[in-house]
Every structure is written in structure tokens, then in C-alpha cells.
């Protein structure tokens, strides 16, 4: 038994971690699995009390929240184990099938949606909007446990969770943005924006457009909490098989998280700019609502916390799987192009689901 932050943590093997995770399921008992990005511990954390919604007050424990404010999920730390996996990235695919046929009869109503931004964006003071897009496939719930293990051996590099509760059934992800990292008085956020494939031709106006709209919103809602505010140089990172823009955010605060995340959330990464506009253009072209998708997720502990984005995720629930995916519309986008991000994005799930 260890002792962390006054919090005791068990020491268990894989089998007896993974045994664990089956049996809470079979008692329908809400528990969240969960591994922080390059470090091969893996967590679990689950409570004796039945899980019910709740808002995000400051709760220590780890939170579960939707992307509009919305009621979401805590877990108290109640009860905690966790286990060593190693670093795995060798899934060979036995299945050739092109599953993207499958997502062809949204593309039509994705464009036109995308098309209806674009006009919104020339004639009005909106900047830039984030489209969602969700994709069902056949699926089964009772097969979480294959699609954990293929998730955590193929990004090694990505906040990884499995989320249950018997009235949502299981989301998963491997989200590669960080919403918010605050330790000790210094905050951490980031500006992750724009996409293309590895080895394509250099970064675009638009993709460095977007990210930059990102950047600078999260500096000015920062300011006025926040000291010693610093930007990183603008990098080029890898999440799974795309490439995305990156910025580092940081400053000193003595705000509480819940506070820093009310001045953030939801960024331009998955909102939009201005804020407003936005997220009106979304309520009222989205058809589904994105629940938990483009939320946020982490773990919260007194005055620290660290918090997730929930990017390349998805819902099994029954016998259905839910991938949700989403993109940057700026006055630049082409439909064409932001439908082909989108699919490609949706990889992430895909793998784990297929192979």
C-alpha cells in the first residue's frame, strides 16, 4: 500500500487490475481507468457510493464533465489501484475493411453544414467554429476490455481513460490536449490546433490562423487571474497518425481550478471565436448533442488539478459504438478538406475498435 498526497494508493498486477475493472462492470459499480500521457502507470479509481450527476464544485476526486455546463459525473477517491503496463505500440490489423464507406452518408449534410459556417463567418464577427460529427458502428460493450488494452498499447503519448456508468455505459479516449494543469499555484494549459498528415507540405495560413486564435484567447481569459503569464514557441507535435499545432501557456495563480476552468472552458479548440457566436451556431446546427465529447476529464486533488480535454473518444453502450470527432472552421476552410479531417481523425477509434 502506498501513500500519495495522503491518498493510498494499492499496488496490484495487471491480471488482478484488469479481474478489478470486469468485476465493478458485472456489479454495475461507476469507475474510471486511467493512465496520464508517456507514463506506464495505470489507475483506477472507483467509489462504494452510487455515482450520481452532479456539477463540477472543486470536488477532489476525478471528474467526468460534459461540454456544455451540464451535469457530469465525480468520483471521490475512495478507493484506488493501480498497476505497471509497458510501452506497446506492435497491433497488426487482420481486417483489410474500409470503414470510412460507412461514414459516407454524413458527408453530404457535414459539408453543407460546413458550407452554412463559412457564410456565417464573411458576414458576421464569428471567426472561427468547431463542427462535431459523430459516426455509429457495431459494437459491444462486453468487449471493453480488448478495446482498453489496444488503446493504452497504441498511444503511449495520449491522457488514455475508460470511463463506466451503467446509465452511459463506457466513453473512452485518447485525448491529446491538455485543458488545464494547475500544481502548486503555476498553471498549464495549451493551444492545440490545425491538422495534416505526417510529411505533408508545410503548415498553411489557416491552420496557423486557427491555432493562433486559440493562443490568444486563452492569454487574454488568463490575464486578469493570472501572473507571469508565458507562451511557449509554437511546435509541431504528433497525436496518433496526425500532426497538430502546438503552443504552452503558463502563469502563476491563487485561483481554484474550478475558477480557471469557468475563465477557459470550452476554448476555441473546440468551441470557437467569439465565444458566444459560436456556441450559438453549434446549438443550432449540431444535430446530436456531444455529451461528454469535447468536455473535460482529470483528476482533481484540494487547490490542484489535472485536466484533459475529451478529444478522440468515444461512447459503447449495448451494442453500439459512438465515435465523435470534430473540426476548425475559419473563413479558409474548404468542406472537402474538413470532411477529410474529420475522417482521418476518427482513426484514433477506428484502430482500437478494428483490427
Not at 92 to 117: P, R, V
Amino acid at each position: 500500500m502506498l501513500l500519495i498526497n495522503n491518498f493510498k494508493f494499492e499496488m496490484i498486477n495487471n491480471k488482478e487490475f484488469f479481474l478489478k475493472l470486469n468485476a465493478l462492470y458485472q456489479k454495475n459499480q461507476s469507475f474510471i481507468s486511467y493512465r496520464m500521457p508517456g507514463s506506464n502507470v495505470l489507475k483506477l479509481n472507483y467509489s462504494t457510493e452510487k455515482i450520481i450527476p452532479d456539477f463540477f464544485y472543486n470536488q477532489n476526486g476525478f471528474v467526468m464533465m460534459p461540454f456544455k455546463n451540464e451535469r457530469g459525473y465525480v468520483i471521490p477517491k475512495d478507493k484506488i489501484f493501480q498497476t505497471t503496463i509497458q510501452k506497446e505500440t506492435s497491433i497488426i490489423s487482420n481486417k483489410k475493411k474500409d470503414f470510412t464507406k460507412k461514414m459516407l452518408s454524413k458527408k453530404g449534410n457535414y459539408i453543407k453544414i460546413i458550407s452554412h459556417a463559412i457564410d456565417e463567418i464573411l458576414k458576421t464577427k464569428m471567426e472561427k467554429v468547431v463542427l462535431s460529427q459523430s459516426f455509429d458502428f457495431d459494437g459491444n460493450e462486453i468487449n471493453y476490455l480488448k478495446y482498453f488494452d489496444r488503446l493504452l498499447r497504441l498511444y503511449h503519448n495520449a491522457f488514455c481513460y475508460l470511463f463506466y456508468h451503467p446509465e452511459e455505459g463506457f466513453w473512452i479516449g485518447a485525448s491529446p490536449e491538455t485543458l488545464l494543469k494547475l500544481e502548486n499555484k503555476k498553471v498549464t494549459t495549451m493551444a492545440l490546433a490545425g491538422t495534416k498528415k505526417p510529411g505533408e507540405s508545410n503548415w498553411g495560413g489557416k491552420e496557423i490562423v486557427e491555432q493562433k486564435l486559440v493562443e490568444t484567447y486563452l492569454k487574454n481569459n488568463l490575464t486578469d487571474i493570472c501572473s507571469e503569464i508565458k507562451i511557449g514557441k509554437r511546435k509541431t507535435v504528433l497525436a496518433g497518425k496526425i500532426e497538430h499545432l502546438k503552443s504552452v501557456i503558463s502563469g502563476s495563480t491563487d485561483c481554484k481550478p474550478i475558477d480557471l476552468v469557468k475563465a477557459i472552458h470550452p476554448t476555441p479548440a473546440v468551441g470557437g471565436v467569439p465565444k458566444d457566436l459560436a456556441l450559438s451556431f453549434i446549438e443550432k446546427s449540431e444535430l446530436k448533442k456531444r455529451s461528454f465529447y469535447s468536455g473535460y476529464l482529470g483528476i482533481v486533488e484540494n487547490n490542484n488539478c489535472n485536466l484533459f480535454v475529451n478529444l478522440r473518444c468515444a461512447q459503447i453502450k449495448g451494442k453500439r459504438v459512438k465515435i465523435f470527432v470534430g473540426g476548425g472552421i475559419t473563413k479558409e476552410s474548404e468542406p472537402e478538406k474538413e470532411w477529410e479531417e474529420i475522417v482521418v481523425k476518427s482513426q484514433t477509434m477506428l484502430n482500437i475498435l478494428f483490427v
